[in-house]
């Protein structure tokens, strides 16, 4: 996709801050360090747009990122941060639950985890949650720089066979892989989006 515009809009902490849509919604989604930020800095060809880091928590709340005015890239704060206090991960859970099930115009998410762990409990668990929401998904399998080619091969058979039907895409934040798939499969779900 062409990027004429990438802009980050809105962030919001708390469910009532959360601004109403302006445009279809993907968002991000998936373990703190995954690479979610990362991704959208790439997708947008914007090194800066979204705050990335070595160190785990970096997004906090819900960051918003309008794109070409005709769509949004939502930056869902990681899970799984160990260090985080009780309370902080229970306003986490309120956050992101109250976006997941109220937005309409959620389009769809794209489900992150590294290529060399794969999904957990918690990735199975937001899976089982959309589909049982009708909200469309594809796991994105992220940091394939981290593999040599033969064991880039064996992980990402065995993620596409384990994640059947769902679809598994793949990408390197670091060398720009598989973003062409990224972005074809945003445009159809916001499209499908619209016509549903
Ligand atoms: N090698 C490699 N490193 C990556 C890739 N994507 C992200 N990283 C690194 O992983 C770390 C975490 O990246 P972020 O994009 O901040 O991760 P996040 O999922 O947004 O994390 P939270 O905001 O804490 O939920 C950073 O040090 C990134 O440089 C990738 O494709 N390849
Ligand atoms: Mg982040």
């Not at 802009?7 to 919001?12: I, T």
């Not at 360090?33 to 914007?46: A, D, E, H, Y």
């Not at 960051?63 to 070409?68: L, T, W």
Request: charged content about 30%; glycine content about 6%.
């Amino acid at each position: 996709m062409r990027i004429d515009s990438a802009e980050f809009w809105a962030a919001a902490a708390s469910p009532e801050a959360i601004p109403p849509a302006r445009h279809a919604e993907i968002a991000l989604a998936g373990r703190s360090n995954v690479g979610k930020s990362s991704l959208i800095n790439k997708m947008t060809k914007r090194r800066r747009l979204a705050r990335t880091s070595r160190t785990p928590g970096c997004t906090r709340g819900l960051v918003f990122f309008e794109i070409n005015s005709e769509l949004t890239l939502v930056d869902l704060p990681g899970y799984g941060y160990a260090s985080r206090s009780q309370q902080e991960r229970a306003a986490w859970k309120r956050l992101v639950e109250y976006y997941l099930e109220t937005r309409e115009e959620l389009a769809g998410m794209l489900v992150l985890v590294d290529v060399r762990r794969g999904p957990e409990a918690e990735e199975m668990e937001l899976a089982r949650f959309l589909e049982s929401r009708g909200i469309s998904y594809a796991w994105v399998a992220t940091k394939s720089d981290k593999l040599k080619r033969s064991k880039l091969a064996a992980a990402r058979s065995r993620l596409s066979e384990r994640l059947a039907p769902a679809r598994v895409l793949s990408t390197s934040a670091v060398k720009g892989e598989g973003l062409d798939a990224v972005w074809a499969w945003v445009e159809a779900a916001v499209a499908d989006g619209l016509d549903g």
